[in-house]
């Protein structure tokens, strides 16, 4: 984060604006409406904020700012045009620690002012850190059509009864789940509709079930493990059901796969368990990573195994899935999008195509005990896609013996680092070039390797490159 986002309470608090132009208004009411008592310096104002002036909702000092006028201010907006009187104000108001804002000039600013969804009690604010202010207000636009109007009252409604759940659920995991199912339910239906009176009754009724359900004696529910595709980093590539489990989840455990991006979809106060591997260097077990799941899993948790990619394709999935079944354990499997569809994708490689390749074969470039035992001969046939998951470290293994079988030196082979992310890198050549290119690149992320005639299709159809010119780039600035 470039800033971090905060709310203030503004509520008989003084503020102090600066300037009387047509921005000066639009924030005085917006500080107006947050209960903030404003004092105007300005020598001259707008009919907007004479109105104000004359309605005695703003006090006015039409003269010019003093360093006096910062006592007492909780908060500083300067909205002149005068470029002087911007630093002036921002130099004395930081001196003194008073929050400022420079209308249009964050380098002048400590706090930047955001666009705002307001639907009271619930306010939405969004900031680009004074990057786009425009792209914040398309934004702003974006949500206000998508959110209900009335989904304030839905707010109100619940913090009527936000001190009798809690006093009547004890386990903050139980007060969530309880208020999931009144917002996605038919309680909140009730609520949005405005008929709070049905609303409160069918409320009453689920807490009282929730109670008997969560009684002392009934012991820990069940919990449940979800094995969640984390894809292949990019956080718009999750899929809306991986999205809304991170958003319920009890515990996130996940591996270095997983992108921070999409990591920081997880419900901010949910427990996050690291589980690290890579090859030859298991942070944990996993043997350690099945009993864990278990265990978290029997304590009633609701747990998301956040794997990269997809988790049941070179992801041991499948072995968790066995050792979660065999406790008897609940699991889901929520497939995400895996490496080969997406780094092929980003980098605009066709994995199949009627005149290169009928088919695409995946396969790992290591096995559980290290090796690399492949069918080479299956592997080297002609008009197919080869995609070589986690095949960087043997790729002088996988060159030889591919060619050794019969594939030609002059195949087409691309190297992804970190594909679909912004720190994606390629190294593209052939099978007699990319050794010397890989080391050249010195590249030390998760790697995908693809190797047909198709790998040289995608600088062919941008125009970059012609089939047969191959070379190295990255992903930043394409």
Not at 76 to 96: G, L, M, P, T, Y
Not at 118 to 132: F, K, N, Q
Not at 436 to 455: D, F, I, K, S, W
């Amino acid at each position: 984060m470039r800033t971090f986002p905060l709310f203030m309470s503004l509520q008989e608090r003084r503020v102090l604006v600066v300037g009387g132009t047509e921005a000066a208004a639009r924030k005085v009411e917006l500080l107006l409406s947050a209960g903030a008592h404003v004092t105007l310096i300005a020598d001259t104002v707008v009919g907007e904020i004479a109105q104000l002036i004359d309605e005695g909702r703003i006090s006015w000092s039409g003269r010019a700012f003093g360093d006096e006028d910062l006592v007492g201010a909780s908060l500083v907006i300067v909205a002149s045009d005068d470029e002087a009187v911007q630093a002036r104000v921002s130099h004395a108001a930081q001196r003194s620690c008073v929050p400022v804002n420079v209308v249009d000039r964050p380098g002048l600013s400590s706090f930047i002012m955001p666009a705002i969804v307001d639907r009271a009690p619930i306010t939405i604010a969004i900031s680009t850190g004074g990057a786009a202010p425009a792209l914040a207000r398309r934004l702003r636009a974006e949500i206000e059509q998508a959110m209900p109007a009335a989904i304030g009252r839905l707010a109100r409604f619940a913090e009527v009864f936000r001190k009798q759940v809690r006093r009547t659920l004890d386990q903050s995991r139980t007060r969530r789940r309880f208020w999931d199912r009144v917002f996605e339910g038919r309680i909140g239906e009730l609520a949005l509709a405005g008929d709070e009176i049905g609303a409160r009754r069918e409320l009453i009724r689920l807490l009282d079930s929730t109670r008997h359900e969560t009684g002392s004696a009934a012991g820990p529910t069940q919990g449940m493990v979800h094995l969640v595709g984390a894809g292949p980093g990019d956080p718009d590539l999750l899929t809306l059901k991986a999205h809304r489990l991170l958003q319920r989840a009890d515990t996130v455990v996940y591996d270095r796969l997983v992108s921070a991006e999409v990591l920081a979809m997880a419900r901010r106060d949910a427990e996050r368990i690291y589980v690290g591997k890579r090859r030859a260097h298991h942070c944990v077990p996993q043997e350690e990573i099945n009993d864990r799941l278990v265990a978290l899993a029997h304590a009633g948790k609701s747990v998301v195994r956040l794997k990269g990619g997809d988790p049941l394709v070179f992801g041991r999935g499948g072995e968790e899935i066995e050792a979660l079944t065999r406790a008897g354990v609940a699991v889901e499997v929520v497939p995400g999008v895996t490496a080969a569809l997406g780094c092929a994708a980003s980098a605009g490689i066709p994995l199949t195509h009627r005149d290169h390749a009928q088919a695409c074969v995946f396969v790992t470039g290591h096995l559980k005990d290290g090796s690399i035992d492949l069918d080479w001969q299956m592997l080297a046939r002609p008009r197919q896609t080869v995609v070589i998951y986690m095949g960087a470290a043997t790729l002088p293994v996988i060159v030889s013996r591919l060619i050794q079988h019969g594939r030609s030196a002059a195949t087409p082979i691309a190297l992804i680092e970190n594909g679909t992310t912004d720190r994606e890198r390629r190294v593209v050549g052939t099978l007699a070039t990319i050794e010397r290119r890989a080391t050249h690149a010195r590249l030390t992320g998760p790697t995908l390797c693809l190797v047909g005639e198709v790998v040289g299709l995608a600088g062919a159809q941008s125009g970059e490159t012609q089939p047969g010119d191959f070379h190295f780039e990255s992903r930043v600035g394409l």
